[in-house]
């Protein structure tokens, strides 16, 4: 886990000499939030960011820092590769 939170630390946009990609990272947290009846914003406040970083987040338009990851999976009492993967495109 912690190789994982420190991989994803790193940033969501790696540069390998000219080759730059953008990592992708899916997330159920729109899911776990309906199941739990809590807003963007509640989480946001539990997890000590913005809505709008939670809104980021939930679109994967931003990868979080694995303290936020785990902070988010303690609200919704999972691990956190239960609420984060990164997509299949990733691994290559």
Request: aromatic share 10%.
């Amino acid at each position: 886990f912690s190789y994982f939170c420190l991989f994803l630390q790193l940033n969501s946009k790696l540069n390998f000499g000219n080759l730059e990609r953008k990592i992708k990272m899916k997330n159920n947290i729109r899911v776990e939030r309906a199941i739990q009846k809590i807003s963007q914003e509640q989480l946001a406040e539990k997890v000590g960011v913005s809505r709008q970083t939670i809104n980021a987040i939930e679109l994967a338009k931003y990868i979080p820092s694995g303290l936020v990851m785990m902070k988010i999976a303690a609200v919704f009492n999972k691990n956190v590769n239960d609420i984060f993967e990164l997509e299949d495109s990733d691994w290559n």
